[in-house]
């Protein structure tokens, strides 16, 4: 993998999802006329949103070299929802796309606990060195706290204001997964494995 500068990563990652706050909160209560037809601020920010992402994620490979598998099923879900939310003009399959992720990432790492196969271990073992029974541990966690997310955001965007799922999915799911990996502090440090000792070893 190519090493690039380590503001690179969040930079690509943030920016399209606070670009896509920023038109949203610019244009909202209003309505763009562009190619004949009227749009939403919400289908304005996500016509933006589409390819902004798309571009970000080949930027990001080129930059690096590679891509997570998370990262191309999360920009086809979004080229197809965002796509379908533009060309109808209706806001729902959008917001639905969340829901559609957080399931995929759920029943992904569900089937690797029922395979015993830790897939989420081979992806960020380097990263994170814990062992064989931590990732088993922070694997259903994190299953399990992605199906939460999914609930929540059905919830959030059936029953409460475009701005208020807006404000939810810019800001509330990723501080949700932050407080989740901080909550998580005493399993990565009960598990980890000691770099030090493991070298000196080999």
Do not use: C
């Not at 930027?59 to 999360?74: E, F, K, S």
């Not at 690797?112 to 990732?135: H, Y």
Request: net charge positive; no cysteine; aromatic share 14%.
């Amino acid at each position: 993998m190519k090493e690039t500068k380590p503001w690179v990563k969040p930079v690509l990652e943030l920016g399209p999802v606070l670009l896509f706050f920023a038109v949203f909160m610019l244009f909202r209560g209003e309505e763009v006329n562009l190619f004949g037809r009227n749009y939403s601020a919400f289908i304005l920010a996500t016509l933006i949103f589409v390819p902004v992402l798309a571009l970000a994620t080949l930027i990001q490979w080129r930059l690096t070299g590679r891509l997570a598998p998370m990262q191309i099923a999360t920009l086809v879900l979004v080229v197809v929802f965002g796509g379908l939310s533009v060309w109808l003009n209706d806001p729902r399959f959008f917001k639905m796309k969340p829901t559609l992720i957080y399931l995929l990432f759920a029943v992904i790492l569900g089937v690797s606990l029922i395979a015993r196969r830790n897939w989420l271990q081979m992806v960020l073992s380097d990263a994170l060195p814990m062992d064989s029974e931590g990732w088993r541990k922070l694997t259903l966690r994190m299953a399990l706290a992605f199906l939460a997310l999914a609930v929540a955001n059905e919830i959030v965007w059936r029953t409460m204001s475009e701005t208020t799922w807006v404000y939810f999915k810019t800001f509330g799911l990723p501080l949700i997964l932050f407080v989740f990996l901080m909550a998580n502090a005493g399993l990565f440090r009960d598990h980890a494995l000691d770099r030090d000792s493991d070298k000196s070893d080999s």
